[in-house]
């Protein structure tokens, strides 16, 4: 399988660092601009598609893998997750009905294989006196546990997922050449599926079935009136719960309550990742079994699911169908002595580098942080803090310009080079009439009491344009009007001198260009067109710097460097 479950479509990423920002375990790379997933380190928890604002961020789809299975093999049964009541409500006569006319032979609902999990699992907390034990029945935390915090791989209860132990039942029940999809909330399963062919073989979100009974014209409301069809071998009963947190824990002591374990349950990657954290200084005695789930809530609120709303009703209907079934005489097909045992160690893990302080500090200073005060910790570029992106830079995954205060400071930087060595004249001014940045062109050609005015306070930052000049009330006339553009000869400092001034953002900034009526006519256009082009990228870049400063950055450079070969040029004749 060459495309992992979540890949990043390149073209389409405008690098805004969102996903890095919200994956718990900063499993992206930037290069070039652009984020790509960091296959080693990613669990597939899905959150960096839905936040991706451009829809960069892919899930892999397998409707055409589902559909060539269906053409191959006589006969392909579909694994349904329990969260379906969550996703198209409890009739699931039509729903059956709706899926069956893809093509497939049956549909079975997963949690009968979270019942025989519970089952098993229950028996093993048993004969045990002490210890801490994780479920291994949400594939994202395993893959956390497995990539981030291999020391814990061992607490995994060893038993197969419900997905997986329903797949065995599927196989014991029906034979071990029909084919399996498993469809449900979930964008993990595909991961588990892919390291579990034999088992399962393919793994379809609630997202996909829609896409694809859409496609079809299949609708589920036409077959409402539909009551004969049922699920396969039998319907689940206490496993329905299973998607709702604390719902295995709950399916455990259904069915038994004589364990001396301590049940807990936690939901959501942050909380988790906290609880992994600490796990390793909370050593005890005591026997404890953790039920783990990433998605906040549980399944319900899963990544594959048409919304994550986190909702009262989706609850409710669970758990009343999980009541209503536990009241129904039904016959069960019981499968002695399945073997769902599993092992989740001698996996590798992501091979965390650590770095020197000696490293971490020549990393900041390359994007400008000399100091802590520097050390902004801002998240801009998708990380928590300035030494977390340093670390990244060292690892290859990130890049400087994803600094945003850094590109700002370089970006400023340029713009003052460029003013400074524009021939002519440059004074920004603002709407209070007071200078925002004046070049030294612009006081050599004002005069000595100007320049002088200069060298104390080199850019005049904050002068009154009336001290500056006689041709303060054109600018206040292009401040008051918001007119686009002003040309005019004036005569300052006893020289013939032509004013251009235009507005860069209404009312609020002008800028004046002066320059010698001597200069030859094409130089003049030349030097006014870009003076003018740089300040308004530059303005538009302080408006926009998280999107476009890299964009604008580069292209202050090209402009900087034709601006200085046009005045080599002049220097040379
Ligand atoms: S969230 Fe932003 S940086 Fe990440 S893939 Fe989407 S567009 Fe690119
Ligand atoms: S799927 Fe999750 S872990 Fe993987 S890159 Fe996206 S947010 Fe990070
Ligand atoms: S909580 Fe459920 S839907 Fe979410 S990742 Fe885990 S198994 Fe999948």
Redesign the pocket.
Known sequence: MNLQP?YTETNDCKDCYK?IR????K??KVTDNKAS?IDS?????????SVCPTQA?KVRDGISRARLLIKNKKEVYVSLAPSYIAEYGTNSEALISAIKKLGFKGVSETALGAQEVSKQVHQFLNIRQGGTYISSACPVVVELIRKHYPQHSLSITPFMSPMLTHAKQLRNLYGNDIGIVFIGPC?GKKSEADSAAQCIDVALTFKELNNWLEKEKISINDQLNCNSETFIPQKAQHGTIYPIDGGMIETINKKESDTKAEYMYFSGLKNIKNLLDNLDSEKNDDLVFLELLACETGCINGPGMSDQKISISKQLSLRNTCKQRSTEDIETVEIQGLNIERDFFNIPSFDKKSFSEKQIKEALHTIGKTEISDELNCSGCGYDSCRDFAKAMLQNHAEPEMCVSYMRHVAHHKATILLQKIPSGVIVLDDAYQVVEMNAGCARILGEDIQLCYDANPGMRGAHIDKIGSFGSLFKTALLTGKEYYEMPIIENGKQLQLSIFNVQKHKLVTGILQSVAQPEFQKDIIEKRTREVINKNMETVQKIALLLGENASYTDSLLNSILETQEKKDAE
């Open positions: 979540i996903c919200e994956c718990p375990n499993a992206i997933i380190m990613c669990v597939y928890c899905g959150r960096c598609v961020k964008i």
